[in-house]
T-cell receptor, first 114, second 115 residues
């Protein structure tokens, strides 16, 4: 079984400040890990994903995440927040076989203060 | 990149009627489609997994007779909410597994309001 825990349902940062959204996962098999962003009444947009290889993954819009197996974590960071980053962020985990669904965390709402 | 087209984006229906939501994979073959439901300010909850040409697998607590899923081709999967009630009002999102690229592509979602 797989699960995701996102620490903090709401994170508020000042514009230009570091963004850190935390994600811990549980998986009985080597996982694939994902971060998605969702704007109101829209679908999900993939920010980045980890499958294999380099543990520091760079995504779109300046976001990156580091897979730390020893800590079972996959935290999302961005050096400098923009107003346009305000949205809901979801961490997700899946298995590696073809028919396994994504399992989502509860989400973290990011607010950016001017 | 892979695209999943989901329609309609919004629908309002009366209690007791049925609503069909379509998801089409536009440039890849979606052998597996996942259907999620999202209530306001909550996460996405998996409702069912459908594989082309076979019956869908429903998650515990999801009524298969109420949420009919058809995956008749490699590019089209549909979810029909039958005899809709106000408590079915939600945001429904499909996700296709791209067999070749290995990733997940999401539709843009359907906001269902039952009045």
């Amino acid at each position: 079984a797989q699960s995701v825990t996102q620490l903090g349902s709401h994170v508020s940062v000042s514009e230009g400040a570091l963004v850190l959204l935390r994600c811990n996962y549980s998986s009985s098999v080597p996982p694939y890990l994902f971060w998605y962003v969702q704007y109101p009444n829209q679908g999900l947009q993939l920010l980045l994903k980890y499958t294999t290889g380099a543990t520091l993954v760079k995504g779109i819009n300046g976001f990156e995440a580091e897979f730390k197996k020893s800590e079972t974590s996959f935290h999302l960071t961005k050096p400098s927040a923009h107003m346009s980053d305000a949205a809901e962020y979801f961490c997700a985990v899946s298995g590696r076989s073809g028919n396994t669904p994504l399992v989502f965390g509860k989400g973290t709402r990011l607010s950016v203060i001017a | 990149g892979a695209v999943v087209s989901q329609h309609p984006s919004r629908v309002i229906c009366k209690s007791g009627t049925s609503v069909k939501i379509e998801c089409r994979s536009l440039d890849f073959q979606a052998t597996t489609m996942f259907w999620y439901r999202q209530f306001p300010k909550q996460s996405l909850m998996l409702m069912a997994t459908s594989n082309e040409g076979s019956k869908a697998t429903y998650e515990q607590g999801v009524e298969k007779d109420k949420f009919l899923i058809n995956h008749a081709s490699l590019t089209l999967s549909t979810l029909t909410v039958t005899s809709a009630h106000p408590e079915d009002s939600s945001f429904y999102i499909c996700s296709a597994r791209d067999r070749d690229r290995g990733g997940y592509t999401f539709g843009s979602g359907t906001r269902l309001t039952v009045v």
